[in-house]
């Protein structure tokens, strides 16, 4: 890794370690060699009604994403386990942390329930794990987010995943979908009808798309810290995997 090229203390910085002192490079943000594969998304959503109204607005919204070339894994949460009620090595959460490492980018798709989001959804985020040893296996991936609600419009549920989304250091993309009055948007073959809410479905997941593609190269540089440079792998495993703070 490039680092500073002139001492940190000539610019008065005296608690800087100029040996791990990073000045920002636009060249480091171009990839000489952009990856070629398909973009790749991980959705969830949070029922698990016959009917649901958030795996209908995810299905489609994967759809979309299929459309623009992207790959689509949609995860089902039936079985899935309450977190730490079951081991690691569940089925379920096994198949939900291989797509959460396999993915590019996330869309998280929840009910609001009692002015939240659901506990299914918050059940799968957290099974996955903050830190696989050392390594965020969510940090610097892309987000969408998008809530269906059975009332008006409301933006509870995507406010409270946005700050999942930011404490798993993951790039929210500024964007998102709010549906009001979900039973009245699809129809009886489960496709959402025509309306301003589609609307802003298709700018939401062409936001994503974008987002994956400029970002997925240069993750690991965007998410580069100054204070992780200095501590070991050792000893950020040992703080990231902690049980109680």
């Not at 000539?10 to 060699?33: A, G, K, W």
């Not at 790959?71 to 977190?83: D, K, Q, S, T, Y």
Request: charged letters at 25%; glycine letters at 6%; a positive charge.
């Amino acid at each position: 890794m490039r680092r500073a090229d002139m001492s940190v203390t000539t610019l008065n910085l005296p608690n800087i370690d100029s040996e791990l002192f990073d000045r920002p490079s636009l060249d480091r943000l171009v990839s000489r060699t952009p990856s070629q594969h398909a973009p790749r998304f991980l959705m969830l959503y949070g029922s698990l009604r016959e009917r649901s109204y958030s795996r209908l607005l995810t299905e489609e919204a994967g759809r979309l994403l299929e459309t623009m070339g992207g790959e689509v894994r949609i995860f089902n949460p039936m079985g899935l386990p309450l977190p730490d009620s079951a081991p690691d090595d569940h089925p379920k959460v096994r198949e939900l942390r291989e797509l959460a490492q396999w993915a590019e980018g996330m869309v998280w798709c929840s009910p609001e329930r009692h002015g939240s989001m659901a506990g299914i959804m918050k059940a799968q985020i957290d099974w996955i794990p903050l830190a696989l040893g050392a390594v965020r296996p969510t940090q610097g991936k892309t987000l969408a987010l998008m809530q269906v609600s059975g009332g008006s419009q409301s933006f509870n549920a995507v406010n409270q995943l946005r700050v999942l989304g930011r404490w798993m250091r993951m790039l929210t993309i500024p964007n998102q979908s709010s549906v009001a009055k979900a039973f009245l948007e699809f129809d009886e073959a489960g496709r959402m009808k025509p309306s301003s809410y589609y609307e802003r479905v298709v700018d939401v997941m062409e936001e994503l798309f974008k987002f994956t593609l400029l970002t997925r190269d240069v993750a690991p540089y965007l998410v580069d810290r100054y204070s992780e440079r200095k501590e070991s792998a050792e000893q950020l495993s040992k703080r990231v995997n902690q049980r109680s703070i």
